[in-house]
């Protein structure tokens, strides 16, 4: 993941200048966060994929699959008794 700044100055006007840097900045970190979520959807749907073994084999542990775990009682889902 990279980060990504945007720096802008402007000698003569240094208050207009600080508020378009700031609103440029909060925009770059949006746009970043964006990429980081697609990012992670991306990871999520390759494991998803993968069967227990294949899960396994990385190190990872799926304790059911998903139909299991929705026909479950909230509790019983959740680790509780």
């Known amino acids: 993941m990279t980060v990504t700044t945007f720096q802008t100055t402007t000698p ?8 378009l840097a700031r609103v440029t900045a909060h925009i770059g970190q949006l746009i970043e ?7 992670i959807a991306a990871r999520y749907f390759e494991l998803s994929q993968l069967s227990r073994a294949e899960l ?8 059911c699959e998903l139909n299991e775990l929705m026909s479950q009682p ?3 889902a959740l680790g509780r008794r």
């Open 12 to 19: 003569d006007r240094t208050n207009g200048s600080d508020t």
């Open 33 to 39: 966060g964006a990429r980081d979520g697609r990012e």
């Open 56 to 63: 396994a084999r990385h190190g990872l542990n799926r304790p």
């Open 74 to 76: 909230v509790g019983r």
